[in-house]
């Protein structure tokens, strides 16, 4: 009881205090915004926007992504504050994004209240929110708080050396992304193709155990979320029990009315089924977890689609060599074209069965996490 009593707990994650250890996992193109993010931080979780090329309908984005995409993290945050004025909010902000240094910096600009970032090791994170800083002045600045997220006891251990020896400091929090996730995934293509990957039970004690002499160099604790197929309260309890401080989950909450996507999206979403997903090799030079629609099944026969206008949006992205691009098939796909878009998927997509509102999802997940804590 005791044990189970100090989980339930309101979460502390440096300054800020989260009602629930819920953290909605960023999606991008355009499927957590302001109005899921938002949702989510008023129910009483961590609610994230996804920067992954956040200004898409700006009128000027053909001509001017990035500039759109700056002004975006402004708007977006700000709207979700009006839905949440004393929720937790946040950014997820991909390492493998061009000038991913101008979207850390502009979002620490905007106020945001937490920085989440994968798709790569995101080494420099802290310098870029120095940075940040400096160029406000030091003026009414509130340093955010930051998490990698790993997906390997290694890259744990190499943030954590890196973020002490160049940075002093170490991570505020940590996401740990087993291979069940959706979207862009960090284990090799084999390894996810012939189900060699670790699962997550076995990465995260592993984590749990490389965070912990920096949690006492720096005198603070260093909460750890498990991610990655995470789907139910149970789920929740299951990973607490083993050391978790909390979970993100990022599929369960597409299916809800709040979520930024078009229903055309989550309909895609509520008829797929586990063996409708497929593993992709993406532009951005890692595998991904989606859903096998028309286009995925042109792509596994070979065929290219090149880009017609590149959006700048991938550091490593060759435009003449990708066999299609992601910006514009992530863009279709949030618009609800089957047909052309690209359908990120976690592995439980084919549990979801309804749609409900985000309080609703919240409290069926705190109600069976209580049952089984």
Request: proline share 6%; hydrophobic share 40%.
């Amino acid at each position: 009881m005791g044990e189970a009593a100090l989980q339930l707990k309101p979460l502390k994650i440096g300054p800020l205090t989260a009602e629930y250890p819920v953290i909605q996992g960023g999606m991008g193109v355009g499927i957590s915004l302001s109005s899921l993010a938002g949702a989510v931080a008023k129910a009483g979780g961590i609610g994230i926007i996804s920067t992954a090329q956040i200004g898409f309908k700006d009128p000027d984005f053909s001509k001017d992504p990035m500039g759109a995409n700056l002004r975006a993290i402004h708007k977006e945050l700000k709207k979700a504050r009006k839905t949440a004025p004393e929720g937790i909010l946040g950014f997820n902000i991909m390492v493998a994004t061009k000038e991913y240094a101008r979207y850390v910096k502009e979002a620490v600009k905007a106020g945001t209240d937490v920085i989440i970032s994968g798709a790569g090791l995101p080494v420099d994170l802290p310098r870029y929110v120095r940075e940040a800083a400096e160029e406000m002045g030091g003026e009414f600045f509130c340093r955010p708080m930051l998490a990698p997220i790993v997906s390997s006891i290694k890259s744990a251990s190499v943030i954590c050396k890196m973020w002490d020896r160049k940075h002093k400091t170490a991570p505020d929090f940590v996401v740990v992304e087993g291979s069940q996730a959706g979207g862009h995934l960090g284990f090799h293509e084999d390894e996810l193709l012939e189900g060699r990957c670790p699962t997550l039970e076995e990465i995260l004690p592993g984590v749990l155990a490389e965070v912990r002499p920096y949690e006492e160099k720096y005198g603070r604790p260093i909460p750890v979320f498990a991610a990655g197929g995470v789907f139910t309260g149970r789920d929740m309890a299951r990973y607490t029990r083993l050391g978790a401080a909390g979970v993100q989950l990022a599929t369960r909450f597409i299916a809800t009315y709040e979520c930024d996507a078009s229903q055309g999206f989550k309909d895609v979403l509520l008829q797929a089924r586990e063996e409708d997903l497929a593993i992709i090799h993406s532009p951005v030079g890692m595998p991904g977890r989606a859903v096998r629609t028309p286009l995925i099944q042109r792509l596994e026969q070979g065929l290219r689609f090149p880009p017609k206008h590149c959006s700048l949006c991938m550091a490593g992205c060759q435009p003449a060599q990708v066999p299609f691009c992601i910006t514009h098939a992530l863009i279709q796909a949030v618009k609800g074209n089957r047909e052309e878009g690209l359908f990120f998927s976690g592995s439980n997509v084919g549990k979801l069965d309804r749609m409900l509102h985000v309080r609703e999802l919240m409290d069926e997940l705190m109600k069976d996490w209580r049952a089984f804590a």
